[in-house]
């Protein structure tokens, strides 16, 4: 089945500092792919899509300019929360498309990450 | 309005009962339905998911669903839950033409042994 990873899985830093999340699709290729993130014992947020090549899309509210993402090739999405603070602690999710498989959205383990 | 409504929040079982998930949704083209599953701590699980045809689907676990349009739902089943099936289970629609899917709030199943 469609594999995606996520690293790290966990990380801790010191608030006003910057933290990079990978993404990768270990055996399709993934000209989009999501980043969510979740709040405990709440459903999935969609933060924004990431899309091969260009800029990604971000939903109402998520500030573009502290979760920067980047989607260099069909395999890789990074999600880099600037300047980090304390309410910034959440999972982070991504998912990978596979348009070989219907458009299904397959899942990363996910990335905790503790802003102290 | 496009929403998908899981109405039991958290649902209790006794192992090697049967377990029924209910899910609802409205949407407005033909959906795309999803069952995930998320383990504590972890990313989501594709159980199954129903694009056409055959109403009834299987997936992985044991656990299949049904999709029946006139009720605009799409239940999940298992003969005979695990314990290891406790985990929070999310239903999801989408539309091919439309990658985004739509969520619903997540129903948590809990194991009695």
């Known amino acids: 089945g469609a594999v995606v990873s996520q690293h790290p899985s966990r990380v801790i830093c010191k608030s006003g500092t910057s933290v990079k999340i990978e993404c990768r699709s270990l055996?399709?290729?993934?000209?989009?792919m999501f980043w969510y993130r979740q709040f405990p014992k709440q459903s999935l947020m969609l933060m924004a899509t990431?899309?091969?090549?260009?800029?990604?899309?971000?939903e109402q509210g998520v500030e573009k300019d502290k979760f920067l993402i980047n989607h260099a090739s069909l395999t890789l999405s990074t999600l880099t929360v600037t300047s980090a603070h304390p309410e910034d602690s959440s999972f982070y999710i991504c998912?990978?498309?596979?348009?070989?498989?219907?458009?299904?959205?397959?899942f990363g383990p996910g990335t905790r990450l503790l802003v102290l | 309005a496009q929403s998908v409504t899981q109405p039991d929040i958290h649902i209790t079982v006794s192992e090697g009962a049967s377990l029924e998930l209910r899910c609802n949704y409205s949407?407005?083209?033909?959906?795309?339905l999803f069952w995930y599953v998320q383990s504590p701590g972890q990313g989501l699980q594709l159980l199954l998911k129903y694009f056409s045809g055959d109403t009834l689907v299987q997936g992985i676990k044991g656990f299949e669903a049904e999709f029946k349009r006139s009720q605009s739902s799409f239940n999940l089943r298992k003969p005979s839950v695990h314990w290891s099936d406790a985990a929070e289970y999310f239903c999801a629609v989408g539309a091919l033409s439309n990658y985004q899917l739509i969520w619903g709030a997540g129903t948590k199943l809990i194991i009695k042994p």
């Open positions: 990431s899309n091969e090549g260009s800029k990604a899309t971000y």
């Open positions: 998912s990978a498309r596979d348009l070989a498989g219907g458009g299904t959205q397959y």
């Open positions: 949407y407005g083209a033909t959906p795309y």
């Open positions: 055996d399709f290729q993934a000209t989009t």
